[in-house]
T-cell receptor, first 112, second 118 residues
Framework: GDSVTQMEGPVTLSEEAFLTINCTYT??????LFWYVQYPGEGLQLLLK?????DKGSNKGFEATYRKETTSFHLEKGSVQVSDSAVYFC???????????FGTGTRLTIIP | GAVVSQHPSWVICKSGTSVKIECRSL??????MFWYRQFPKQSLMLMAT?????????EQGVEKDKFLINHASLTLSTLTVTSAHPEDSSFYIC??????????????FGPGTRLTVL
């Protein structure tokens, strides 16, 4: 079945550091890929998505590129802020299905 | 827009009792809602897909008689954990699937319900 593997956390960075959170997937067909963010005390929110190979999703300074050749969708941000502290989930849907398959989540803490 | 609420946000109950968790889409209609379970430091596990006006579809390994789902309207789905036991203690999260306009084909998540069974 489909699966998502993301780097384990927690990840702690200083403000203005460069962020990468790795995500790889296993899926048949042509999945759509997502990054969700969960801020403390809140529900998951869609951060960005990409629906086909070589697409780049971007939002709030975060970017991720759908790499079919490496089955990856790594999340990056050039300069993180304290307000980016949250748990980040990589996920996919497949075959036009609404069902999301999630990675384990990565807790990110940014220190001033 | 696209807000999903859950009630209660946390609940503590005795073993053997039943607990009902509500999931509401506050400003949009959702023909499909999803129920997830999240264990500490683990990912969200899809339990079931709740369809308005029809029976829920459960994932493999999820007991449908244990976790009763009712999707009675386009804005409300409920999950009832029947005869709860300590192993049912977990964080339960729902999501609602947008079907039109800017909400199309995106899932919107509730804040979750922490269930503790003593």
């Amino acid at each position: 079945g489909d699966s998502v593997t993301q780097m384990e956390g927690p990840v702690t960075l200083s403000e203005e550091a460069f962020l990468t959170i790795n995500c790889t997937y296993t899926a048949t067909g042509y999945p759509s890929l997502f990054w969700y963010v969960q801020y403390p005390g809140e529900g998951l929110q869609l951060l960005l998505k990409a629906t086909k190979a070589d697409d780049k999703g971007s939002n709030k300074g975060f970017e991720a590129t759908y790499r079919k050749e490496t089955t990856s969708f790594h999340l990056e941000k050039g300069s993180v802020q304290v307000s980016d502290s949250a748990v980040y989930f990589c996920a996919l849907t497949n075959f036009g299905n609404e069902k999301l398959t999630f990675g384990t989540g990565t807790r990110l803490t940014i220190i001033p | 827009g696209a807000v999903v609420s859950q009630h209660p946000s946390w609940v503590i109950c005795k073993s053997g009792t039943s607990v009902k968790i509500e999931c509401r889409s506050l400003d949009f209609q959702a023909t499909t809602m999803f129920w997830y379970r999240q264990f500490p430091k683990q990912s969200l596990m899809l339990m079931a897909t709740s369809n308005e006006g029809s029976k829920a579809t459960y994932e493999q390994g999820v007991e449908k008689d244990k976790f009763l789902i009712n999707h009675a309207s386009l804005t409300l789905s409920t999950l009832t954990v029947t005869s709860a036991h300590p192993e049912d203690s977990s964080f339960y999260i729902c999501s609602a699937h947008g079907t039109s306009g800017d909400l199309y084909n995106e899932q919107f998540f509730g804040p979750g319900t922490r269930l503790t069974v003593l």
